[in-house]
């Protein structure tokens, strides 16, 4: 009883913010250009110190389908398709989109939703929200209902040279995974981007790899040093 005393209820509107999810893609279907994602989880606190819980979009979904946005990287002009579906489930929200292939963008996101499935891989989403009401416990938000504005696909979560450490192994897969990009119908344009995140990244590998040789070095003369020293004593 002290807990609920405690947790009270609010119903006002606060600044909306954009949450990034890491998921599986649930299905993309090559003949219709669909795909399904989901683009929340319930009851894990994000970097917000807020959590979904369980019914917490289904207002919003019934009251804004046909007004949902799907957008590239929460850019308002690259619209990506259609939202046909918004759902719940036990896991989360889920998103049901239909890109418009007319649209070269288009066509090249899709074409990363193939590209990094045949490789084992997902593409990241991210939603737009605005929590409406809610309760806060032990410092952490529980939503139980939110507007949304957007969900988005991301395709640049982060750049890797922003990054302080580097895996030589990750790097060197993430390369013979762009050099199977020509096998996809990307545009010139996209793989020469491919082409230059190639070339960034073997950049970063050489000096990894430097990096790594002059500690084993310097570990090396230390260990030799230290050797020498226990011989004198």
């Known amino acids: 009883m002290q807990k609920i005393m405690e947790a009270k209820i609010y119903n006002i509107e606060k600044i909306d913010r954009c949450k990034a999810y890491d998921a599986p893609v649930i299905d993309v279907s090559k003949e219709k250009g669909i795909v399904r994602a989901y683009i929340n989880k319930f009851n894990v606190p994000d970097t917000y110190n807020e959590m979904s819980l369980n019914g917490s979009f289904q207002k919003t979904f019934r009251e804004r389908l046909k007004k949902m946005w799907w957008l590239l990287n929460h850019e308002w002009e690259n619209s990506l398709g259609v939202t046909l579906s918004l759902e719940e489930d036990q896991i989360g929200a889920i998103a049901t989109g239909k890109f418009n ?19 084992g891989r997902t593409l990241q989403h991210s939603i737009r929200v605005i929590p409406i009401k809610y309760i806060i416990e032990n410092d952490i938000m529980k939503v139980s209902e939110w507007k949304m504005s957007e969900w988005s696909t991301l395709t640049r979560p982060g750049a890797i040279e922003d990054t302080p450490m580097i895996s030589i192994k990750e790097a060197k897969e993430e390369i013979d995974m762009l050099k199977k990009s020509d096998q996809y119908p990307f545009s010139d344009e996209k793989l020469k981007e491919f082409e230059e995140k190639i070339s960034r990244l073997e950049s970063l590998i050489i000096k990894a790899e430097e990096i790594t040789l002059k500690h084993e070095s310097t570990r090396k003369i230390n260990e030799t040093i230290k050797f020498i020293n226990e011989l004198t004593f």
Request: charged share 30%; hydrophobic share 40%.
């Open 101 to 119: 292939l007319e649209k070269q963008i288009s066509k090249d996101v899709f074409s990363d939703y193939l590209f990094f499935a045949d490789n």
